[in-house]
């Protein structure tokens, strides 16, 4: 069982300033269960909820808006109005691996991780409602409970003890979430199968019509240069030398254009990523798979006019206007 409290408080360094920052209340077993991983430092420790310590773990995202390339670790940030000792730096979690929990949760790379105790004592537990022109204060001893279990085929079942233990100790009424990630991840998992067919039937179009854009080009030039071709075959061009000439025109075309395709595509994160604080994750051998996927549709969609150009009669090649 993960309890945790999740407060929203701006968090400053210097100038630099999170505003309504997302701030969780949790235990040092918190890294386990969301299988989250430590970039510098260390995590919170069972130390530091006994002595009710003001110390702070930075998601990667948090850390790059409060300290940019500085080194964090041993500094302060201010959370609210009180100051919190930075000891870790999690590792970027935007690379789309599985996170369970983290399934329909805000990014995690923005969070920011203080002791339990310390968001209990600094920063209280009650909470004020508005009912009815009235006002109440309640308080709120978690915001977020996270339970574990030995395999998945205890999920269903555990799910529902917890939810009947919430609807004994909650009588006013439904005021809680439970979230299944099972569910969640397959809800995940199907839009995720939809943005890629979606996508993916994009980039097939956009290299089917680049691929006839390249023939048509290819195939105007042949026509253009069809006395050079003649006097090449003339002067004794072979009909491979007259193809490999062609197919090396198509190669450097294709190239060129995805050359500049990687550039747009590397600008657009980066653009996105400071423009917003949405983080982007760009993987190198996609990089590499987009360049030789372009390179290889030239050369499939060049073929053609390359060998049209070699197959052509030199007699009649060099009678062409």
Request: glycine fraction near 10%; avoid cysteine.
């Amino acid at each position: 069982t993960l309890p945790s409290s999740l407060l929203r408080k701006d968090a400053q360094r210097g100038r630099r300033r999170i505003t309504n920052a997302r701030i969780l209340g949790t235990t040092p077993q918190y890294l386990k269960v969301k299988n989250l991983a430590l970039h510098r430092g260390r995590f919170l420790t069972d130390t530091d909820l006994h002595v009710t310590a003001n110390v702070a773990a930075l998601g990667a995202g948090a850390s790059k808006r409060l300290f940019g390339y500085e080194d964090p670790l041993g500094k302060d940030v201010l959370l609210g109005t009180n100051a919190y000792r930075v000891v870790g730096v999690l590792k970027d979690q935007s690379s789309g691996s599985e996170q369970p929990g983290a399934v329909g949760h805000a990014n995690l790379n923005n969070d920011i991780y203080i002791p339990i105790t310390a968001a209990r004592r600094r920063f209280g537990e009650l909470q004020m409602i508005v009912r009815a022109g009235s006002m109440e204060f309640e308080r709120t001893q978690l915001s977020e409970i996270t339970l574990t279990v030995a395999n998945e085929t205890l999920v269903s079942q555990t799910a529902e003890m917890a939810r009947t233990l919430l609807e004994k100790k909650h009588p006013r009424g439904n005021d809680f979430e439970l979230q299944v990630p099972l569910e969640l991840l397959r809800q995940a998992e199907q839009e995720k199968r939809i943005w890629n067919l979606v996508l993916g039937s994009i980039a097939g179009i956009a290299l089917l019509v680049g691929g006839i854009g390249i023939m048509n080009i290819m195939l105007a030039t042949v026509t253009e240069r069809t006395r050079e071709i003649g006097i090449r075959r003339a002067l004794g061009a072979r009909r491979r030398d007259i193809t490999a000439q062609f197919l090396v025109e198509t190669t450097v075309l294709s190239s060129t254009g995805g050359l500049l395709g990687i550039v747009v595509g590397i600008a657009i994160p980066l653009v996105v990523t400071s423009a917003s604080e949405i983080e982007t994750y760009l993987s190198w051998w996609s990089v590499v798979l987009a360049f030789g996927i372009s390179v290889a549709t030239g050369i499939m969609f060049g073929m053609y006019p390359a060998r049209r150009a070699a197959m052509m009669d030199p007699i009649e090649a060099l009678r062409h206007e």
